[in-house]
């Protein structure tokens, strides 16, 4: 550590270097290190209050700290501007007349303050350099600037304002260019005598607590007075240790008895010496002898102003001995601004970096915790964010592997509804004519009777296998259907957010599924057209239907007659009771072309054949027997039967007969429509038990979507907060590095200024 250059004394008058730079220089320094401070914890002050309000970064930075650091940059602030006012302060004390303004000026080494005969001093006057041109004084309350040209002026102006007291203060400001002594930051404060006055405690208070050095002015032609001693005892015990130098003035008396000249100022040192050391207990024994000098204030104020103005030093009437008289000046000069520039600079700086090292050690310390809280954060955010990353990984591999599972699954089990359903319903139409034969309504062969009991009937077929197929399915398929949800739910759970998975019921809530059997009877047999007219079972166009098939029977029939209704080949021909189970009705067929002749001679001749290969042959062989044998009787008695037959038919063709015809018939063409959509109907059961576990791993899917992009979104958070952080631990680290070199430098000064130089 550089240590500080030694103090030599040298006069300022002359223009070369003198100790009292030592407190200017070490004003600028501490001046620019707390200016660097306070602009290091204004800088601090916004970065903790940046941090304490972002909620993202969760109370790093505390508002205890903030409002701390605030304090501090306003502690600096004013220290700051304290230290700017900071200057080396010597008050001056003791009886009057004794020329403690005589002793100002010729430090001086000009006439500043009034003194001599009829000027004795009335109140404090201060003396403290301007930059400005001209001389002006302030007195205490007010700030009114009152030019003094001349020490006369200044000894008129205090004169004449009787409002000042022994108590007022009245600033002298004397421009620095006049006087080279004020240009390094030093006030003097000269005083009232002090047996003027008993108010010395409220002097003390006023005056002399920010006092670097105290000089009293004795005289040397009396000894030291009572009231002299009783004010530096007060101040002694205010004041930890003050540093006084006695100045015996007036020594030039003792040229006129010089042979008790060394006797008198033995008994002076001596009594000044127990003073000092034994009742005030300011300095050694050893150190005592160099505060104490025996000096003529006049005399040397006269030498200088005579050399200011170009006259020789030793010029006019001076006493013998001037020389020594004026080297003990210049000594008590180089031991006070020793003394001044090394006590001020401890006095008025050494509290304050006392305090700058506290509040730095203090911010530094919060530096620290916000960098430590930010470092643990952000290992907790990294971790954090880990484990988001992971968890939305395993979500998004999780899902994708139920997906195809889910798939799967909903695909077996719509085959297998698909196939309950096929088969359920082809049972159903098996046992279509049992639900027809339990409808009963009131029948009459009449048009309109007629359209009301089919809309009727359709719509009691249509409810009876719908009820008939949901209780051959329904309950299966919805026990399945339930159990999938349940396995997707379970499955889906571990990929949802525990606040998720409590509430998963209220997302698929369960409830029974029931299929919907539209078989839509009434659009698939709307075009069922019934034929209740009576028709002997052994008449030509039933014979032609029996042997041919209702198909090709049908053609033939055109052949032979014209005017064959063609209307009624799409329908299935009503039968008499006797002409036995109806034929298989064939759908219209748009290839098939109407038969040739030769076609229907072809159909005739097989069917012919067909008979005589059977029973039939033996029945006209037989015939042809019995005709031999019996003849027209045999032709008369079949006449009979034939016409008893057809009667007994005509009578028995009643409503009922017509009802059970028109049953039969409905049968027979809703047993073809229905088969014909069973592959539709199961199919669309099929596809609702699919649209419905679809929709429930849809809604899974949905929430597990919602939780991924909650994850990303947190993870986003926490990337954006891990950046936070990292910015935070930096930036405290740069503040952190600041405050250190802030330490150095507060330490630097301390070496140099502010500890005892070897």
């Keep these: ?188 404060v000269d005083s009232p005598g002090t047996d003027v006055t008993s108010q010395l405690d409220s002097w003390i208070d006023k005056f002399c607590l920010d006092a670097d050095v105290f000089v009293l002015v004795a005289n040397s032609e009396s000894t030291l007075m009572n009231t002299e001693k009783h004010f530096f005892h007060k101040v002694n015990e205010r004041l930890s240790k003050p540093n006084i130098f006695i100045l015996n003035n007036r020594w030039d008396a003792s040229a006129n008895e010089p042979e008790y000249m060394e006797d008198v100022r033995k008994q002076h040192t001596d009594r000044c010496v127990n003073f000092l050391v034994e009742e005030l207990k300011v300095v050694d024994r050893d150190q005592a002898p160099n505060r104490i000098f025996f000096v003529s204030a006049k005399e040397v104020l006269n030498s200088r102003m005579q050399r200011a103005q170009g006259m020789p030093e030793t010029g006019g009437a001076l006493a013998e001995g001037f020389q020594e008289r004026l080297k003990e000046f210049q000594s008590f000069e180089r031991r006070f601004e020793e003394c001044i520039s090394q006590s001020a600079v401890k006095t008025k700086f050494e509290q304050h970096t006392i305090r700058a090292k506290q509040i730095t050690e203090k911010v530094k310390s919060i530096m620290d915790d916000i960098n430590i809280e930010a470092a643990e954060k952000r290992v907790a955010a990294l971790e954090d964010r880990e484990y988001q990353m992971d968890r939305l990984e395993f979500v998004k591999n999780q899902l994708n592997l139920l997906i195809d599972d889910i798939k799967k699954k909903i695909k077996a089990i719509s085959e297998d509804v698909e196939a309950k359903v096929s088969s359920a319903m082809g049972e159903e139409i098996c046992r279509l004519h049992v639900i027809v034969d339990e409808f009963h309504a009131d029948f009459h062969p009449s048009l309109h009777v007629l359209k009301i009991y089919k809309s009727e009937l359709l719509s009691h077929v249509e409810e009876g296998m719908g009820k008939n197929l949901a209780f051959r399915c329904s309950d299966a398929v919805n026990v399945s259907v339930q159990s999938s949800q349940r396995y997707m739910m379970e499955s889906m759970l571990p990929l949802l ?197 679809a929709t429930t791993f849809a809604r899974l899917c949905q929430q597990v979507d919602q939780t991924q992009k909650e994850l990303e979104a947190e993870i986003r958070q926490l990337t954006a907060k891990i950046d936070q952080l990292e910015t935070v631990q930096s930036r405290s680290k740069s503040l952190r590095h600041k405050a250190t070199e802030l330490e150095r430098q507060l330490e630097t000064f301390t070496n140099q200024y502010l500890q005892p130089q070897q």
């Excluded at 940046?50 to 700290?65: F, G, H, P, R, V």
């Excluded at 042959?617 to 027997?625: D, E, P």
């Excluded at 009787?633 to 009578?651: P, V």
């Design 497 to 693: 957010p525990s606040a998720v998975q409590s509430q998963i019921n209220m997302l698929v809530p369960s409830r029974k599924f029931d299929l919907s059997y539209d078989l839509n009877c009434a659009t698939l047999c709307s075009d069922f057209q019934e034929n209740i007219e009576f028709q002997f079972s052994l008449g030509w166009t039933a014979l032609v239907h029996r042997f041919l098939g209702s198909v090709n029977a049908e053609r033939a029939l055109k052949l032979v007659d014209q005017n064959f209704q063609a209307s009624r080949t799409v329908l299935p021909l009503a039968c008499t009771p006797s002409s036995g189970p109806p034929s298989t009705i064939a759908p219209p067929n748009h290839e098939t072309a109407l038969m040739t002749q030769e076609d229907l001679m072809v159909a005739m001749a097989t069917n012919v054949a067909s008979l005589t290969s059977r029973t039939s042959m033996g029945i006209v062989i037989v015939g042809g027997v019995v005709w031999r044998m019996v003849g027209w009787r045999l032709i008369a008695l079949s006449g009979s039967l034939y016409g008893l037959l057809y009667l007994y038919e005509r009578l028995t063709w009643t409503t009922k007969a017509k009802e059970r015809t028109l049953k039969r018939q409905f049968v027979d063409y809703a047993t073809e429509k229905l088969q014909l959509i069973v592959s539709f109907t199961s199919a669309n059961c099929s596809h609702q038990v699919q649209q419905e576990m």
């Design 1 to 188: 550590m550089a240590a500080a250059p030694p103090l030599t004394r040298s006069d300022s008058a002359r223009g070369e270097f003198s100790p009292l730079k030592h407190f200017v220089v070490a004003k600028k320094k501490i001046s620019d290190v707390f200016e660097q401070l306070l602009k290091y914890v204004k800088e601090t002050s916004e970065f903790v209050e940046e941090t304490c309000e972002n909620k993202a970064l969760e109370k790093i930075a505390s508002q205890d700290q903030k409002l701390e650091i605030q304090a501090y940059a306003d502690k600096l602030a004013v220290i700051k501007e304290v230290l700017a006012r900071r200057h080396m302060k010597v008050a001056f004390f003791g009886r009057t007349s004794n020329g403690k303004s005589t002793v100002v000026n010729a430090m001086l080494r000009d006439r500043v303050l009034p003194s001599g005969i009829g000027h004795t001093t009335n109140c404090f006057l201060s003396v403290e350099g301007t930059d400005e041109d001209k001389a002006y004084l302030k007195t205490e309350g007010s700030e009114e600037e009152k030019s003094i040209k001349t020490v006369n002026q200044l000894a008129h102006a205090l004169h004449m304002d009787e409002s000042l007291d022994a108590g007022c203060l009245v600033r002298v400001f004397w421009p620095k260019t006049k006087c080279a002594l004020l240009r390094d930051d030093l006030v003097l």
